[in-house]
């Protein structure tokens, strides 16, 4: 029985995808190669160095450990830019109904994402309220596929993995929830989705009540 669900961030409740690729595509332009949104979806799911070494290696440039994370740290500081320009209406359809129809059920909601800046995000989109608790990047050492993120939401909703269903839109997302042993669902297309439980478009007209029968 489902008794807790776990929502990845980025191009689940939000699409911030956009704003990550704007600011890597500056720091690319600046080291002089080409940065596409077909690339961007490679860091999808994926910690800030991990996405900056996939990021160099697109552009064939190697650099040292300080230098590096002065990149990234640059990086971070043009996505906040964005960030906190963010309003509610950037929020993806269905996902307030949605979120709302689990706390009317009494279900547990958690978030579970890799990004740091994940409590900002739902502070300018005024979501904060709908979750009971948030585990985001400054909280974990593993990044997906490793399951550490949805487990540590389990645990903080007092819950058991078999009990939780997470909500992802990332192949890695995807993985580590099965590798937690939690059913999931996939947001967006089966190609690089298709282990979850069940795949969807998105939360617009959908119940929770629907999507507990499809996968059981």
């Not at 590798?179 to 439980?197: E, Q, T, Y």
């Amino acid at each position: 029985m489902i008794k807790g669900c776990i929502f990845d961030l980025d191009g689940v409740i939000v699409d911030t995808a956009k704003y990550h690729y704007l600011a890597w595509k500056k720091l690319a332009d600046e080291l002089g190669f080409e940065f596409t949104k077909s690339d961007n979806e490679r860091l999808k799911g994926v910690s800030r160095m991990r996405s900056l070494d996939i990021l160099l290696k697109i552009g064939n440039k190697q650099f040292d450990k300080e230098t590096k994370l002065k990149f990234a740290e640059n990086k971070n500081k043009e996505y906040l830019n964005y960030i906190m320009k963010m309003t509610p209406d950037e929020i993806l359809p269905g996902v307030i109904e949605f979120l709302e129809e689990l706390q009317n059920k009494k279900i547990k909601i958690a978030l579970g994402s890799a990004s740091k800046n994940a409590m900002t995000i739902l502070t300018q989109l005024k979501l904060t309220k709908y979750f009971d608790t948030v585990i985001d990047g400054t909280q974990v050492s593993k990044t997906k596929p490793n399951p550490e993120v949805f487990i540590k939401g389990a645990q903080s909703l007092n819950l058991k993995p078999e009990e939780c269903l997470v909500f992802e839109d990332a192949e890695a997302g995807i993985e580590a929830a099965i590798s937690g042993n939690f059913k999931s669902v996939g947001i967006g297309s089966i190609d690089n989705l298709g282990k979850a439980n069940y795949i969807m478009q998105g939360f617009d007209g959908i119940t929770f009540e629907k999507i507990v029968k499809l996968i059981n």
